[in-house]
């Protein structure tokens, strides 16, 4: 997959944990229009405040992404470092140090190797020319295991959105996200952008969650190169929304350790707030999570979690409805026949879990993934 | 261990599930105070139902357990057979049926099999006699891997609390609990026992996760005889506090698949709640449970999970202090010396962590336990 129009990377090792590739520059031609959104997390680190920061003018030249250390809970010398690099990369692409957007994402407490990282910003070119987007992706990765791209054409344009994520633990973004950097070549105005990015991430990357744990460096950037002209914005924000419901469904089919994708959507419900609430505790349910892993069609758990949404007091147990796939399990007793249809239904490699409340019409899907004894494994030794 | 002054039990196999224990009555002598708080999920059983009515008058003559099936999302036949049982029991103690509370523990979505149930309800004896504590416990296991029990003596009486828990999934009750039953031959009026029972069970069982699924099924009740006499107001909440808080440490460290307990104490916080989210926050974060699993002192977990409670905006990552046991890990960083001792502590079968936020001067201690692959294999085949 190629960047689109009016970008180019560079993408190196330069030595902050192993030999696999962790730096990474993406820039514009020049200052384009620029959102983003972060974690809300009180640890949030260096990059995210810096970003912030400079992201504030609704406009940047390039972001650079760090992988391998999150630069998270290091204080001020963290601080100085983050700063460090974005000086860095401005000199070498000749703009403003406050156009360069800064990521970092990996283990927790650590300093940033700064001798390498120094060595590692001399070699980039003044005019980044890959567009190589694979080579992007992967150089984001920490335990992803597969690199997570997508693209789309915007209806009745040239134009192109292009959009790169990792993360596959330590994801329950809340009104921010993981890593995801998107890029388009749009001409798009930076309010516009902004209003589009945010509503977007909002039903894609906001409903995914791996293991409920929010993460101090969740960051989503989209850059806007104007090189493609003008477009229709409700197209253009329907290609953003499919390039990043795309990159969410990876995030979450590449959780760690899973092994199913499980997609819940709550319909018929009081609200918004009140649908993602029911359908974020079913995703999240650890003990739905490893029925799902056992193939096992135990709706129980399921009513046990809309159950457990005890503040939500319009929901009437005698008026909800679960589905598995397109089963109706509750309150309808599932017959043999059933049965053996629901069972083969659990050992697909995708599950989706229906549920209606009846308490209104408004609807919310989430994505997540089962849990596995390899998340355990996983996580059980990370660090030390 | 004996039951106090005043009551007797009854047990039995009444053929549920399978050949263990899964019915018991215990009977106080005469109707006597009760007091009894239940869960808050939307979802919750005809058990709950029945006996929230029952214990409205703040007074009780016994109580049955039901294991192995949980008489969940059953409808009206499900409240039907819960009644049935009551008035069942009631009738063999020839007392009234809203003096005998009911409870329910084991898989949702099932009916009972009422012809055993009649068939074993006929075996109560009118004045069950047994003292036996630990078959009681033993009765209402489900997954606990042991029986729970717990007792005190009130200071400056020959009174006692004994008390008998079950639970180790489905963990994480909210202004309720799991299963736990007390049983007291004190003399105490109805509206103290209510008063002191709620205050003690919001320090104990609703500060205890095992998997921050919360049951339809939580049920704590507290009987007490008088036929010890009199005793001080104060020394018996002391005395009631330490049956709960044993009972509750023992559910924790018996988690599905639990290998380590976890206890975390927050303090210096704005106010009992901040203390609470913080600490139920780092002891529910899969992350940090799996750390402790692996024995890995990963304190930028823990960070996390301070900072993912993302509304508590006087958290000032600045002033944060981090420790593992007794060792400091954030801010300041751990010396070699200082990492063996820390690895040796992580080791070991309860880790505790503390937090001192600096936003005040409250604090809250909450127990859980360690995510292990067991807890999948457990939770992967449990129905079907």
Known sequence: MELPK??????????????????????????CPAA????????????????????????ARAVVVISKNANVATGERGLTDAREIVVGVANRLGCDPSQVLIASTGVIGRMYPMDNVRAGMRQVPVAPSSRDVDAVARA???????????????????????GVAKGVGMIEPNMATLITLMFTDALIERAELDKIFR???????????????????DTAIILASRAAGKVDLAKFEQALYEVALALTIQVARDGEGAEKL???????????????????????SPLVKT????????????????????????????????RFGPQ???????D?????????????????????????KTSCTVWGCDLTSDYIRINADYTT
Chains 1, 2 share one sequence.
């Open 36 to 59: 983003g959104v972060f974690t809300q997390s009180r640890f949030s680190g260096p990059s995210v405040r810096v970003s912030r920061e400079n992201i504030a003018s609704q406009s």
């Open 262 to 284: 499980i997609e819940v959507c709550v319909d018929g419900a009081r609200d918004a707030r009140q649908a993602k609430i029911v359908a974020k505790s079913i995703v999240n």
């Open 6 to 31: 009016g970008f180019g990377a560079y993408v190196a090792n330069i030595g902050i944990k192993d030999t696999t590739t962790d730096f990474v520059v993406v820039a514009a031609e020049s200052v």
């Open 140 to 162: 984001i990765m920490t335990t992803d295991t597969v690199q997570k791209v997508a693209e789309a054409t915007i209806e009745g344009s040239n134009a192109r959105i292009v």
């Open 328 to 334: 109706v399990v509750y309150p309808t007793f599932v």
């Open 199 to 217: 509503r977007v991430i909002d039903k894609t990357f906001n409903c995914v969650s791996v293991d409920t744990d929010t993460s101090t460096s």
């Open 336 to 360: 043999t026949s059933g049965l053996d249809a629901l069972s083969k239904y659990m050992h697909g490699d995708t599950v989706r879990i229906h549920v209606t409340l009846n308490t209104g």
């Open 291 to 322: 029925a799902v892993h056992g193939a096992d069609p135990n709706w129980g758990r399921v009513a046990m979690a809309i159950g457990k949404c005890s503040e939500e007091t319009d929901i009437d147990q005698q008026r909800v409805v679960i």
